[in-house]
T-cell receptor
């Protein structure tokens, strides 16, 4: 089946540094990539949506200069958390939307970010 | 925009019992309704989905029903097993694969041996 590879699975970084999270669709082309943030015991909160070669569309309240999204190809999207602070610590998940394989969405395995 | 309500927030059952989780949606344009299982520290995994042209779909112990008129859909798990314990999310969207999924708040299912 469709697979989205998300790396790293966990990362610890110091305040003020930047962290890049990568998501690759391994065997299909991702029409759209969605990035979510999830707090403990809560649902997924959509941060932004991106299409290949286009600028990402950010949800209200999400700082686009802090959470940089790049969707350079139909198989790769990255989320960079710039100048990370402890309040950015969270579980980040990507999801690739595709019109292939009967449509649908495939989620990455998530990245646990801890900023110290 | 779409609003998805999910109940209950927690559900405890004994092994072998059935579990039912219910969701309602508000946007009549929604036509794709997936259910995801999320284990601790992992991303959501699709377990079953249904489209608006179908009223029911079954896959072994898991089934989903959809009532378009009432705008609600339900997940049914029969013969529950401890490994079914996880958080389950329902979602809805009007344009599968392209539009944003709107998620319910999740149901924590605990299956006791």
């Amino acid at each position: 089946g469709a697979v989205v590879s998300q790396h790293p699975s966990w990362v610890i970084c110091k305040s003020g540094t930047s962290v890049k999270i990568e998501c690759r669709s391994l065997d299909f082309q991702a029409t759209t990539m969605f990035w979510y943030r999830q707090f403990p015991k809560q649902s997924l909160m959509l941060m932004a949506t991106s299409n290949e070669g286009s600028k990402a569309t950010y949800e209200q309240g999400v700082e686009k200069d802090k959470f940089l999204i790049n969707h350079a190809s139909l198989t790769l999207s990255t989320l960079t958390v710039t100048s990370a602070h402890p309040e950015d610590s969270s579980f980040y998940i990507c999801s690739a939307g595709t019109r292939d394989r009967g449509n649908g969405y495939t989620f990455g395995s998530g990245t646990r970010l801890t900023v110290v | 925009g779409e609003n998805v309500e999910q109940h209950p927030s927690t559900l405890s059952v004994q092994e072998g019992d059935s579990a039912v989780i219910k969701c309602t949606y508000s946007d009549s344009a929604s036509n794709y309704f997936p259910w995801y299982k999320q284990e601790l520290g992992k991303g959501p995994q699709l377990i079953i989905d249904i489209r608006s042209n179908v009223g029911e779909k079954k896959d072994q112990r898991i089934a989903v029903t959809l009532n378009k008129t009432a705008k609600h859909f339900s997940l049914h798990i029969t013969e529950t097993q401890p490994e079914d314990s996880a958080v389950y999310f329902c979602a809805a969207t009007p344009n599968s694969g392209y539009s944003t999924l709107t998620f319910g708040k999740g149901t924590m299912l605990l299956v006791s041996p």
